[in-house]
């Protein structure tokens, strides 16, 4: 069978290439160096300086509060409006939280882990019912909610 | 207090050190880790740094990192920082640099990222006990 498309490829080998500069030209090779300008963030260092507090070794605080402010949504297409209130239980050993306005649930080995699945579930959630072309009263009533907390990211 | 809209975490790493080049302010993280080992608890690491990039920095936001001990979630240490006039269009860094920091036990770690009091992203390293003596 003759070949449909043909390759050409070089081998690199370790070792370094002089590429042509300015009016030197080569077949293949670049005519011109452009040479960028320095390139750095647009915003100046501002140093802060921030007190760490210890905790007493002897009497670690507990960081398990009754409820937490929620805003890792971690979904550069998706933007948070405003804080999402969780209430925070207990299950045996596994931390639950839930958004009572939106009867929506996660839980979890640790507080953060079950904040994690929270706001994996509320990602599919969001995309699930904004793609939905018919919702019956409770879905339609739960988007409202949900779009009251998050929006999609302007391009 | 309230923000509109939220910061969003674009990454959250530690590090052994975080280098900021003078002049063009580019950061440089050094030794990207998430696991110490060590032959004896408790342990001070001497040196390391934890970066965020955030999206939606608006305004001033107090960040609060928490270093929470997972297996019982146990606060060790927290520190605030509060953030003025950020632009809006830009992302915001933080580069956090801790030294001698005293980690009692083996376990897992967390370092959670607050601003104003809103949970945003966390980052894990796991505290290892090495026996030196073993085969």
């Not at chain 1, 080995?109 to 990602?123: D, H, P, S, Y």
């Given at each position: 069978?003759?070949?449909?498309?043909?390759?050409?490829?070089?081998?690199?080998?370790?070792?370094?290439?002089?590429?042509?500069?300015?009016?030197?030209?080569?077949?293949?090779?670049?005519?011109?160096?452009?040479?960028?300008?320095?390139?750095g963030?647009?915003?100046?260092?501002?140093?802060?300086?921030?007190?760490?507090?210890?905790?007493?070794?002897?009497?670690?605080?507990?960081?398990?509060?009754?409820?937490?402010?929620?805003?890792?949504?971690?979904?550069?297409?998706?933007?948070?409006?405003?804080?999402?209130?969780?209430?925070?239980?207990?299950?045996?050993?596994?931390?639950?939280?839930?958004?009572?306005?939106?009867?929506?649930?996660?839980?979890?080995?640790?507080?953060?882990?079950?904040?994690?699945?929270?706001?994996?579930?509320?990602?599919?959630?969001?995309?699930?019912?904004?793609?939905?072309?018919?919702?019956?009263?409770?879905?339609?009533?739960?988007?409202?909610?949900?779009?009251?907390?998050?929006?999609?990211?302007?391009? | 207090?309230?923000?509109?809209?939220?910061?969003?975490?674009?990454?959250?790493l530690?590090?052994?050190?975080?280098?900021?080049?003078?002049?063009?302010?580019?950061?440089?993280?050094?030794g990207?880790?998430?696991?110490?080992?060590?032959?004896?608890?408790?342990?001070?690491?001497?040196?390391?740094?934890?970066?965020?990039?955030?999206?939606?920095?608006?305004?001033?936001i107090?960040?609060k990192?928490?270093?929470?001990?997972?297996?019982?979630?146990?606060?060790?240490?927290?520190?605030?920082?509060?953030?003025?006039?950020?632009?809006?269009?830009?992302?915001?860094?933080?580069?956090?640099?801790l030294?001698?920091?005293?980690?009692?036990?083996?376990?897992?770690?967390?370092?959670?990222l607050?601003?104003?009091?809103?949970?945003?992203h966390?980052?894990?390293?796991?505290?290892?006990?090495?026996?030196?003596?073993?085969?």
């Amino acid at each position: 069978m003759a070949p449909i498309a043909e390759a050409t490829y070089q081998n690199f080998v370790p070792g370094s290439l002089r590429l042509a500069g300015s009016g030197e030209t080569r077949p293949g090779a670049w005519s011109a160096i452009c040479e960028l300008p320095g390139q750095g963030s647009r915003q100046p260092a501002r140093a802060v300086t921030a007190d760490l507090r210890f905790t007493g070794q002897d009497a670690f605080a507990a960081s398990r509060p009754e409820t937490v402010l929620f805003g890792g949504l971690n979904d550069p297409r998706l933007r948070l409006l405003k804080p999402i209130p969780l209430k925070v239980s207990r299950e045996g050993e596994r931390t639950r939280v839930s958004w009572v306005e939106a009867d929506t649930a996660a839980s979890g080995e640790t507080l953060t882990c079950a904040m994690e699945r929270f706001g994996t579930r509320l990602r599919s959630l969001f995309y699930e019912l904004a793609d939905s072309h018919s919702l019956d009263a409770d879905r339609a009533r739960l988007l409202e909610v949900l779009t009251r907390h998050v929006a999609l990211r302007p391009a | 207090m309230s923000f509109d809209p939220i910061p969003s975490v674009a990454a959250m790493l530690v590090c052994d050190q975080i280098i900021s080049e003078q002049g063009t302010n580019k950061k440089s993280l050094i030794g990207i880790f998430q696991r110490v080992q060590s032959p004896m608890f408790p342990v001070v690491i001497p040196r390391f740094g934890i970066y965020v990039k955030l999206l939606d920095v608006v305004g001033t936001i107090e960040f609060k990192l928490r270093i929470v001990k997972l297996d019982d979630e146990t606060l060790l240490a927290e520190m605030a920082a509060p953030i003025k006039d950020q632009d809006p269009s830009q992302p915001t860094e933080l580069a956090i640099s801790l030294q001698n920091f005293q980690i009692p036990q083996p376990g897992k770690y967390e370092f959670q990222l607050y601003a104003n009091d809103v949970y945003l992203h966390r980052a894990t390293i796991d505290l290892v006990e090495w026996d030196a003596g073993g085969a």
